[in-house]
């Protein structure tokens, strides 16, 4: 059984660098050929891809938030990082990791439970 935990902070002031961490158990971020993403949502709305991290490192970006976005990982850790800059309001959210299996497909089987991010001064 694959986990996924987000950590972060609740609160980011405006213009600043949120940064999440999705912790993984039960399976390696390594492993031919998972992905691992970060989905979220804002109050209200739907569901947003924002990016993701192959098993082999390799980052991939929506192409509405490649400029603020950067997905990294420590494999020493089994974690993968979120850093979005230069936040506002707008990216209030709730913010989920997720494993996608066999390429980006949006199909994900294991979540983690989310955490919110809220943007304000």
């Known amino acids: 059984q694959v986990q996924l935990q987000e950590s972060g902070p609740g609160l980011v002031k405006p213009s600043q660098t949120l940064s999440l961490t999705c912790t993984v158990s039960?399976?390696?971020?390594?492993?031919?050929?998972?992905?691992w993403s970060w989905i979220r949502q804002p109050p209200g709305k739907g569901l947003e891809w924002m990016g993701a991290?192959?098993?082999?490192?390799?980052?991939y970006y929506s192409p509405s938030l490649k400029s603020r976005t950067s997905i990294s990982r420590d494999t020493s850790k089994n974690q993968f990082t979120l850093q979005l800059s230069s936040v506002t309001p707008e990216d209030t959210a709730v913010y989920y990791c997720?494993?996608?299996?066999?390429?980006?497909?949006?199909?994900?089987?294991?979540w983690g439970q989310g955490t919110q991010a809220t943007v304000s001064s």
């Open positions: 997720a494993r996608d299996a066999d390429a980006i497909t949006g199909t994900y089987d294991y």
């Open positions: 039960g399976g390696l971020i390594t492993t031919y050929s998972f992905y």
């Open positions: 991290i192959s098993y082999s490192g390799i980052p």
